[in-house]
Nanobody, 127 residues
C-alpha cells in the first residue's frame, strides 16, 4: 500500500524558514509524482509544488516560486519542501500527495490528479 507521512510543521515568525518532510512508501518504481498542497481555513486546497520522481523535474505555483524548494532524498524515500521568506498568507495545513504516474506539467498542481494523501501538518506564520 502507498503511504505518505508529512511532518515538520510548526509556528514560525514572518520572514522565517521551515522544512517539511514527506516520507513515501509503497512504490516499486520511480514512475510516480509527489505533490505538496496546502489549505487555509475557508479556502480551497492549493497545489504549491510537485516533483516527478522519474526525472526529478520540479514545479512550483507562482505564489511560492523563488521562496520554496522541493527536493528528494531517494535513500530515505523522503520528499522535502524548504520554505523561506514565510508570511502570514503561508499559514495553512500542508499535505503531501502521490500520483501513481508521471504527471505532465499542466496537471502536477491539481489535487484531483493525486490518488494518495498523507495527513496534514500545520504551518502557522505569526509573530
Amino acid at each position: 500500500d502507498v503511504q505518505l507521512q508529512a511532518s515538520g510543521g510548526g509556528l514560525v515568525q514572518p520572514g522565517g524558514s521551515l522544512r517539511l518532510s514527506c516520507e513515501v512508501s509503497g512504490f516499486s518504481s520511480s514512475d510516480y509524482t509527489i505533490g505538496w498542497f496546502r489549505q487555509a481555513p475557508g479556502k480551497e486546497r492549493e497545489g504549491i509544488s510537485g516533483i516527478r520522481m522519474r526525472d526529478h523535474n520540479t514545479f512550483y505555483a507562482r505564489s511560492v516560486k523563488g521562496r520554496f524548494t522541493i527536493s528528494t532524498d531517494n535513500a530515505k524515500k523522503t520528499v522535502y519542501v524548504q520554505m523561506s521568506s514565510l508570511n502570514a498568507e503561508d499559514t495553512a495545513e500542508y499535505y503531501c500527495a502521490a500520483a501513481p504516474r508521471n504527471l505532465i506539467a499542466s496537471s502536477i498542481l491539481r489535487p484531483s490528479e493525486y490518488a494518495y494523501w498523507g495527513r496534514g501538518t500545520l504551518v502557522t506564520v505569526s509573530s
